[in-house]
């Protein structure tokens, strides 16, 4: 087998074991919902988001059919052939391995306060301690890279196009998160902002 649809397929099932794994544990650990995005969203702006993170599944499901039949939907997932090298498919590979690590990590230090969305009800606290002293998203952070690191796999226009598309929602979410955070725990969490970056340490890139 070819290194692109291997890497590419251990990614997404790697992707997939470390989302469902933590998911079971959590719910079995502290045992609440903890998705509120799609139709359990609180707002109609959270449940466009939980609907558009949908469609960036779509595009790694028409790569997937690209990898495997060939068929390269009309010019539109052909490769750029200055990153198409195995040096650049072995880097991205273990820079997803490590940045899946470092989410499942980034994950575990939220503990019971991890959700996905807003849950106006909740009444965890706010987590400062971990990458969570340094970062205010480290979570997406990670995220972000991971998907970056599928572009030097498959580097063509779907997974740039999946990138760019997650880095727009992930933005809107978390400006409407920060407001939301604002209101929930007040001074404290304006001390804790001002004191982070958004995505990376404070006096760095945000």
């Known amino acids: 087998m ?36 799609g139709e359990k969203a609180p707002s109609e702006l959270q449940k466009f988001f939980g609907k558009s993170f949908y469609l960036i599944i779509i595009y790694y499901i028409l790569i997937l059919v690209y990898l495997f039949t060939g068929f390269d939907f009309w010019g539109l997932i052909s490769n750029i052939s200055i990153v198409n090298t195995p040096v650049f498919k072995i880097s991205g590979f273990l820079v997803g391995i490590i940045f899946i690590i470092l989410m499942t990590a980034a994950r575990l230090n939220l503990g019971s306060s991890w959700r996905v969305g807003l849950d106006p009800n909740t009444e965890d606290k706010l987590v400062t301690t971990g990458f969570y002293r340094f970062i205010r998203n480290p979570y997406f952070t990670f995220l972000l890279c991971f998907q970056f690191s599928l572009i030097l796999i498959i580097p063509n226009a779907i997974t740039i196009f999946a990138f760019i598309q997650s880095y727009i929602l992930i933005n809107l979410q978390i400006r409407e998160e920060e407001g939301f955070l604002r209101k929930k725990y007040g001074e404290s969490y304006i001390s804790y902002k001002n004191s982070t970056g958004r995505f990376f340490p404070k006096n760095t890139l945000r």
Do not use: A, Q, S, W
Request: net charge positive; no cysteine.
């Open 2 to 37: 070819k290194l692109e649809p291997l890497f590419f397929l251990i990614m997404l099932v790697l992707y997939l074991l470390h989302n469902l794994f933590l998911t079971i544990y959590f719910k079995r650990k502290f045992k609440k919902d903890d998705y509120f995005i």
